[in-house]
């Protein structure tokens, strides 16, 4: 298998907050990444799966959350000055 299946679902996973979540979410296990591709459309191998993994291991929970919109950040209250 080349790495122009793991390229295209980077590409889709960039474009998509919500199969970047659901990915995230099984990184601790490239089985489960591999079938999950499948069901997808993506044909990946383990090693693929690995790589992939890889590209979320340096971010924490709350940073993958955030990254999925997971958060909200109002801005912040006007000061009585007017700013």
């Given amino acids: 298998m080349s790495n122009s299946e793991l390229r295209r679902l980077r590409t889709d996973v960039a ?3 919500a199969l970047e979540t659901e990915l995230a979410r099984l990184r601790e296990n490239p089985d489960a990444v591999v079938r ?11 090693q693929e799966a690995e790589e992939l993994i ?3 291991d340096g971010l924490s929970d709350d940073e993958l959350e955030e990254a999925a919109g997971g958060a909200w950040n109002d801005p912040p ?3 009585p000055n007017g700013g």
């Fill in 54 to 56: 890889q590209s979320f």
């Fill in 36 to 46: 999950l591709a499948a069901e997808k459309g993506y044909q990946l191998t383990r």
């Fill in 15 to 17: 474009g998509s907050e």
């Fill in 77 to 79: 209250p006007p000061t």
